[in-house]
């Protein structure tokens, strides 16, 4: 399969996928030291919530480093209020980064996504396209794979009608720690790793570890700004033919090393100003995540499971209903129930009133039913 395909991964092992990529083409009229990332949230669409933001939310920022992790150039995150900054769920931000002067020809390899603003992003996909027009994407599917905070998405990511998990980052840590703690401000990648080649999809099924347990590769990050720079792989990689690892050593369990950090001023801003008014504030905090509370997601899907969503460690977001399994998963307690039916009337998910159904007869022992309220509901292919 040719370079520029996704790859999806997911608990059954690597698929391999048509590609989402060429839906999003780079413009003609940027500059040629542009590189263009697409950052796809995953989706809502059915208004769950004013605006629908509960995947959505801040721009984030991004910067781009060359083959040994040099900065190339940065675009600081949109931590506005307004619609230009804060998209819905299901939306595409479009970030264009700059390489500063005297680099052009000089194509990126690896991507910092950082989280701006207070609304945390559950990023589906993402995609580079180079100055040389070449292709990398990578979807949420492997961020899941490999442990990072995940929810379900109905968005689809191409023409076979491929719905990958997102991955959470939150720019301010509101989400803080616990049950639904969303604990990770941003994605380093080495984004030329996930070019969709056979070779490279078959290793990574065999040997998850070289995608989820190396550093540079793929890393989710507890603190990250757009100042930050993250480790390159030293000494550069090399390849197979086939695109695979030509000594593994050299990746997993690698830490990386991590170049200089200045870089370049983005285009269009003043330099004196770059440090002071373009860094992202840091700040930790552990209140619950306001967001997902009062909250449920119901899908008509069969690609999507309560059971595996209760059942993942590292899964996070709202209350969650699949119909096709007869199941809805307190996220709170990662505990699922049965949707009640004729035979099915005690200690069971009512599906009208949105609420779980006590009953008048005989629990289990100890048990307790929690109450369950909603105000915002979500209808996936309803």
């Given at each position: 399969?040719?370079?520029?395909?996704?790859?999806?991964?997911?608990?059954?092992?690597?698929?391999?996928?048509?590609?989402?990529?060429?839906?999003?083409?780079?413009?003609?009229?940027?500059?040629?030291?542009?590189?263009?990332?697409?950052?796809?949230?995953?989706?809502?669409?059915?208004?769950?919530?004013?605006?629908?933001?509960?995947?959505?939310?801040?721009?984030?920022?991004?910067?781009?480093?060359?083959?040994?992790?040099?900065?190339?150039?940065?675009?600081?995150?949109?931590?506005?209020?307004?619609?230009?900054?804060?998209?819905?769920?299901?939306?595409?931000?479009?970030?264009?980064?700059?390489?500063?002067?005297?680099?052009?020809?000089?194509?990126?390899?690896?991507?910092a996504?950082?989280?701006?603003?207070?609304?945390?992003?559950?990023?589906?996909?993402?995609?580079?396209?180079?100055?040389?027009?070449?292709?990398?994407?990578?979807?949420?599917?492997?961020?899941?794979?490999?442990?990072?905070?995940?929810?379900?998405?109905?968005?689809?990511?191409?023409?076979?009608?491929?719905?990958?998990a997102?991955?959470?980052?939150?720019?301010?840590?509101?989400?803080?720690?616990?049950?639904?703690?969303?604990?990770?401000?941003?994605?380093?990648?080495?984004?030329?790793?996930?070019?969709?080649?056979d070779?490279?999809?078959?290793?990574?099924?065999?040997?998850?570890?070289?995608?989820?347990?190396?550093?540079?590769?793929?890393?989710?990050?507890?603190?990250?700004?757009?100042?930050?720079?993250?480790?390159a792989?030293?000494?550069?990689?090399?390849?197979?033919?086939?695109?695979?690892?030509?000594?593994i050593?050299?990746?997993?369990?690698?830490?990386?090393?991590?170049?200089?950090?200045l870089?370049?001023?983005?285009?269009?801003?003043?330099?004196?100003?770059?440090?002071?008014?373009?860094?992202?504030?840091?700040?930790?905090?552990?209140?619950?995540?306001?967001?997902?509370e009062?909250?449920?997601?119901?899908?008509?899907?069969?690609?999507?499971?309560?059971?595996?969503?209760?059942?993942?460690e590292?899964?996070?977001?709202?209350?969650?209903?699949?119909?096709?399994?007869?199941?809805?998963?307190?996220?709170?307690?990662?505990?699922?129930?049965?949707?009640?039916?004729?035979?099915?009337?005690?200690?069971?998910?009512?599906?009208?009133?949105?609420?779980?159904?006590?009953?008048?007869?005989?629990?289990?022992?100890?048990?307790?039913?929690?109450?369950?309220?909603?105000?915002?509901?979500?209808?996936?292919?309803?």
């Amino acid at each position: 399969m040719a370079a520029g395909n996704a790859i999806m991964l997911s608990l059954t092992g690597i698929l391999m996928v048509e590609p989402f990529l060429n839906m999003l083409p780079k413009p003609d009229d940027l500059p040629e030291r542009t590189t263009v990332v697409t950052v796809g949230y995953g989706s809502d669409d059915s208004g769950v919530g004013p605006g629908g933001h509960e995947l959505g939310g801040n721009i984030p920022g991004v910067r781009t480093f060359d083959v040994a992790g040099h900065p190339l150039g940065r675009t600081k995150a949109n931590t506005g209020r307004g619609p230009d900054a804060i998209l819905k769920g299901g939306a595409t931000a479009t970030v264009n980064v700059l390489a500063k002067d005297g680099y052009d020809g000089v194509s990126p390899y690896y991507l910092a996504i950082s989280a701006g603003g207070n609304d945390a992003i559950c990023i589906s996909f993402i995609q580079m396209v180079r100055p040389d027009l070449q292709v990398f994407g990578w979807t949420g599917d492997i961020g899941k794979a490999c442990g990072a905070p995940w929810y379900p998405s109905n968005r689809e990511v191409n023409t076979n009608h491929t719905k990958p998990a997102c991955v959470w980052i939150d720019g301010d840590g509101r989400s803080g720690s616990g049950p639904n703690g969303i604990n990770f401000k941003g994605i380093g990648l080495h984004m030329t790793d996930f070019t969709g080649y056979d070779g490279t999809a078959i290793s990574y099924q065999a040997d998850p570890s070289i995608m989820c347990k190396s550093k540079p590769r793929f890393w989710m990050y507890p603190e990250l700004t757009i100042d930050d720079c993250i480790p390159a792989f030293d000494p550069i990689l090399e390849y197979n033919d086939d695109k695979t690892d030509k000594d593994i050593s050299k990746v997993v369990g690698v830490e990386g090393t991590t170049r200089e950090c200045l870089g370049p001023v983005p285009y269009g801003v003043d330099p004196d100003l770059w440090d002071q008014d373009y860094a992202y504030p840091s700040k930790r905090t552990t209140e619950a995540a306001p967001f997902m509370e009062g909250h449920l997601v119901s899908s008509a899907s069969p690609d999507h499971s309560a059971i595996e969503v209760c059942n993942s460690e590292s899964s996070r977001g709202p209350d969650f209903l699949s119909l096709p399994e007869g199941v809805f998963c307190d996220m709170a307690a990662k505990k699922t129930y049965p949707v009640c039916t004729t035979y099915v009337k005690d200690t069971c998910f009512d599906t009208e009133r949105k609420t779980l159904r006590v009953g008048a007869g005989p629990q289990r022992r100890g048990e307790i039913i929690p109450r369950k309220e909603y105000h915002k509901v979500g209808n996936w292919g309803i």
